[in-house]
């Protein structure tokens, strides 16, 4: 499969080939890694919606609609899994990233998941800290699905955002499918500060949501509102730095392989920010380096930090993009395989959450480690 396909280089953050034959076809359906937490893990949708501002990119929409992904830990292990994304947001998404040639329409539609739809969620009252996640830019928030399906089995609720007009299709209750309206506008190198700020404001929209005194969703009361943390890829990765600088209710923050270099305001403010944050990065990009990835604003972070590099993996590796790629037989260019790098990635998001949410020692954040020898802390 590997020869049939060519090698395949990174666009958008989806898997685009060089050189392609005949649409690739997985032998079997697209498999998932297991959560290695001992809990099962329900999920459920929440339709959100922000009266208090229009739709940044289309603003004769007099509010923000919001699709939201909720993974939790549950006592159920039997029931319907979660799809992944519906046949025609499969096909959409193809279609918007140009692979009509490489994959099967409906291929991310059988995608083999682990979480129970709508599963009773379980835990004490206020005792489950709250992760929210924001994908890559023109990315589904299923492609974090590995992490989110890991946090949720180590006892953490995770609220994915689907950034509405930000990808190629995200379905609302009602039937209607937005696409993606922003691309129209990212040739505009400003657009990207923007589009870190509004996704900003949906973290802090869906933190009200789910913490407020009417709470929209049944397990809200589980949440420990006094722990939460906000992470993403790429340009979710960015703007969950956005969201730890202009919301004091986010203890802590983590930065996936995202740069803040967008040519416009800092993402973090030169004044300092003193609330832990975490990059990790693919050692292609490291502080100092050329691209100014994101040296200004990891300088003005004033409290805990880390950068760490990941040798061997490349952009898509921390999705699930990079296990798809290895199951597909496509070359993304990466040393390390889609597998391992799923593991590094759960455990060090997993291992920033415990030490600032839950305050338990991580030594793997400030040295290698003998298990994970690919990390290395490239700034402090």
């Known amino acids: 499969m590997r020869a049939l396909l060519g090698v395949c280089v990174l666009a958008a953050g989806l898997l685009t080939p060089v050189a392609t034959g005949t649409a690739a076809l997985a032998a079997e359906p697209l498999q998932l890694s297991a959560p290695t937490g001992r809990y099962a893990v329900g999920a459920t949708e929440l339709y959100l919606k922000d009266t208090s501002r229009p739709d940044p990119w289309v603003p004769e929409q007099t509010a923000r609609e919001l699709m939201v992904t909720l993974w939790y830990p549950t006592d159920t292990r039997q029931g319907t899994r979660t799809e992944y994304l519906s046949a025609e947001e499969s096909r959409l998404l193809i279609q918007g990233k140009r692979l009509e040639d490489v994959l099967p329409p409906e291929i991310f539609s059988t995608v083999g998941t682990h979480a129970i739809v709508d599963a009773r969620p379980a835990g004490r009252p206020h005792s489950l800290p709250l992760i929210v996640l924001s994908p890559g830019w023109t990315q589904p928030i299923a492609t ?65 949501e789910l913490t407020g005194r009417d709470p929209a969703w049944r397990g809200s009361r589980l949440i420990d509102s006094r722990r939460i943390g906000a992470a993403g890829h790429s340009a979710g990765g960015a703007a969950a730095l956005a969201a730890l600088a202009k919301d004091r209710r986010i203890d802590a923050g983590i930065d996936v392989d995202g740069t803040t270099n967008s040519g416009g305001e800092p993402v973090i403010p030169v004044t300092g920010l003193s609330r832990p944050a975490l990059v990790l990065t693919g050692d292609d990009h490291l502080p100092g380096g050329p691209d100014r990835w994101l040296t200004a604003d990891f300088a003005n972070l004033t409290g805990w930090k880390r950068w760490l590099a990941v040798a061997g993996m490349d952009h898509s590796s921390f999705t699930d993009l990079g296990i798809f790629a290895d199951q597909l037989g496509i070359d993304i260019g990466a040393a390390t395989p889609g597998v391992r790098a799923t593991g590094i990635t759960r455990r060090y998001v997993r291992a920033m959450f415990d030490k600032h949410l839950r305050h338990r020692p991580q030594p793997l954040l400030d040295a290698v480690s003998a298990r994970y020898p690919e990390v290395t802390v490239a700034a402090r």
């Open 144 to 208: 974090l699905t590995g992490v989110a399906e890991d946090l949720a089995s180590h006892g953490y609720v995770v609220a994915g955002i689907d950034h509405t007009y930000e990808t190629y299709a995200i379905t609302f209750p009602d039937g209607r499918i937005a696409g993606c309206a922003a691309c129209a506008f990212d040739d505009d190198r400003p657009f990207f500060g923007k589009l870190y700020q509004s996704r900003a404001a949906d973290v802090s929209f869906v933190v009200d």
